[in-house]
């Protein structure tokens, strides 16, 4: 654990001398879904960048099979007796808060995607710097399933990078991505064998730390101008505004209920291990 840093249960933290701050969701067994207490670690994280000088730039990527699944339904439900709605609209707050410290880190982020990239995770991959993937990863937004809609600002980023259409099917479809597709696409810049994923990210990473800290600056605020920045912020209260009414209607509800039962049904009807 970096000096100074408080402990984190859900993500791993590791500090190179190079400045490279390496960033693990770190629920493997869950495939790194993503709990409550997980968005607020990750915004810790990203204040401490935000906060440090030592920092040039920031890889994150997951452990085991999966980068991330996104959202962990069962472990995101509302506990009895809490007040539903009260308890939602502080994640609200807390998943904005996390979305517009990633659009304004001051240095490059890498996405390591060795894995499956749903939800959240894979829609915040959009406002990274760089994303790389093993050609094995699958990405997709299962929003409609889940009577949900697009959140991390994906309802601007992913048009823009992957074209209106492809986006639409993504986001209104839920359609599932491969890493070669994305990558077609532009959505990720260099595909990998899951052997040399880490080897490619932390090459580029150690190289885009050894460059000129003010140049690289420039260059990020010439490349994401404040014109975007600021659509990005405003978009991200809209979207998170959107998908609070969302997750208190009762179509969602009902959504997410069709999908317990369905993944009930499946480990019920799965075949024990001899």
Same mark, same amino acid.
């Given at each position: 654990?970096?000096?100074?840093?408080?402990?984190?249960?859900?993500?791993?933290?590791?500090?190179?001398?190079?400045?490279?701050? $390496?960033?693990?969701?770190? @629920?493997?067994?869950?495939?790194?879904?993503?709990?409550?207490?997980?968005?607020?670690?990750?915004?810790?994280?990203?204040?401490?960048?935000?906060?440090?000088?030592? &920092?040039? $730039?920031?890889?994150?990527?997951?452990?085991?099979?999966?980068?991330?699944? /996104?959202? =962990?339904?069962?472990?995101?439900?509302?506990?009895?007796?809490?007040?539903?709605?009260?308890?939602?609209?502080?994640?609200?707050?807390?998943?904005?808060?996390?979305?517009?410290?990633?659009?304004?880190?001051?240095?490059?982020?890498? /996405?390591?995607?060795? /894995?499956?990239? %749903?939800?959240?995770?894979?829609?915040?991959?959009?406002?990274?710097?760089?994303?790389?993937?093993? =050609?094995?990863?699958?990405?997709?937004?299962?929003?409609?399933?889940?009577?949900?809609?697009?959140? /991390?600002?994906?309802?601007?980023?992913?048009?823009? %990078?992957?074209?209106?259409?492809?986006?639409? =099917?993504?986001?209104?479809?839920?359609? +599932?991505?491969? !890493?070669?597709?994305?990558?077609?696409?532009?959505?990720?810049?260099?595909?990998?064998?899951? !052997?040399?994923?880490?080897?490619?990210?932390?090459?580029?990473?150690?190289?885009?730390?050894?460059?000129?800290?003010?140049?690289?600056?420039?260059? @990020?605020?010439? &490349? @994401?101008?404040?014109?975007? $920045?600021?659509?990005?912020?405003?978009?991200?209260?809209?979207?998170?505004?959107?998908?609070?009414?969302?997750? %208190? +209607?009762?179509?969602?509800?009902?959504?997410?209920?069709? $999908?317990?039962?369905?993944?009930? !049904?499946?480990?019920?009807? !799965? *075949?024990? *291990?001899?």
């Amino acid at each position: 654990m970096t000096a100074g840093f408080p402990e984190l249960k859900y993500i791993k933290l590791e500090l190179l001398e190079s400045g490279v701050l $390496v960033m693990t969701f770190n @629920r493997p067994k869950h495939m790194n879904s993503m709990l409550p207490a997980s968005y607020c670690e990750w915004a810790q994280v990203m204040k401490y960048v935000h906060a440090s000088a030592n &920092i040039r $730039v920031l890889v994150v990527t997951g452990s085991g099979a999966a980068y991330s699944a /996104g959202q =962990d339904l069962p472990g995101g439900r509302v506990p009895d007796g809490e007040d539903e709605k009260k308890v939602l609209w502080q994640r609200r707050n807390d998943t904005c808060e996390l979305t517009k410290l990633l659009v304004t880190s001051p240095v490059p982020i890498i /996405g390591a995607v060795n /894995g499956p990239a %749903i939800g959240y995770g894979c829609t915040t991959l959009a406002l990274f710097d760089l994303v790389v993937a093993a =050609d094995t990863a699958v990405f997709r937004t299962p929003f409609a399933e889940l009577a949900f809609c697009p959140e /991390g600002c994906s309802s601007v980023t992913f048009p823009r %990078i992957l074209g209106p259409i492809v986006a639409n =099917d993504m986001l209104l479809m839920g359609k +599932s991505m491969s !890493a070669a597709e994305m990558h077609h696409r532009g959505f990720v810049a260099r595909l990998t064998k899951p !052997a040399e994923l880490m080897a490619t990210t932390m090459k580029l990473a150690r190289e885009l730390a050894s460059r000129s800290t003010t140049a690289m600056r420039a260059s @990020r605020t010439l &490349i @994401r101008n404040q014109q975007y $920045v600021d659509e990005l912020l405003r978009v991200n209260e809209v979207e998170m505004d959107e998908l609070y009414e969302r997750m %208190i +209607s009762d179509d969602a509800k009902q959504a997410i209920a069709r $999908v317990f039962a369905r993944l009930q !049904a499946k480990r019920s009807n !799965a *075949k024990p *291990k001899l």
